[in-house]
Nanobody
Framework: VQLVESGGGLVQAGGSLRLSCSASGSTRTINVMGWYRQAPGKERELVARIFTGGTSTNYADSVKGRFTISRDYSKNTLYLQMNSLKPEDTAVYYC?????????WGQGTQVTVSS
């Protein structure tokens, strides 16, 4: 599975961005998709994930109520709607797809939130 992110950029605190992740290849093998982020000097952390076939989602405590993950199966695309952005949300955001024999990552997209 190949993943390509888009939608990152520079935004002021309080603003919004929507990230997209287009998946191609053996997308039927995907059991879960998610967004991770990595800030300079910090470890990569889970932001949100969504399980295939249902509505089960998980969010990091730091983004609950501000970010929404969704998936369009007809377009093989994962989204992350980010509202009320804070400077501490600044990071490279990575798309992830996982399955029984699958672990794929996108190349990452930079999100910068200015104060």
């Amino acid at each position: 599975v190949q993943l390509v992110e888009s939608g990152g950029g520079l935004v002021q605190a309080g603003g919004s961005l929507r990230l997209s992740c287009s998946a191609s290849g053996s997308t039927r093998t995907i059991n879960v998709m998610g967004w991770y982020r990595q800030a300079p000097g910090k470890e990569r952390e889970l932001v949100a994930r969504i399980f295939t076939g249902g509505t089960s989602t998980n969010y990091a405590d730091s983004v609950k109520g501000r970010f929404t993950i969704s998936r369009d199966y007809s377009k093989n695309t994962l989204y992350l709607q980010m509202n009320s952005l804070k400077p501490e949300d600044t990071a490279v955001y990575y798309c992830y797809a996982g399955g029984i024999y699958l672990h794929s990552w996108g190349q990452g997209t930079q999100v910068t939130v200015s104060s």
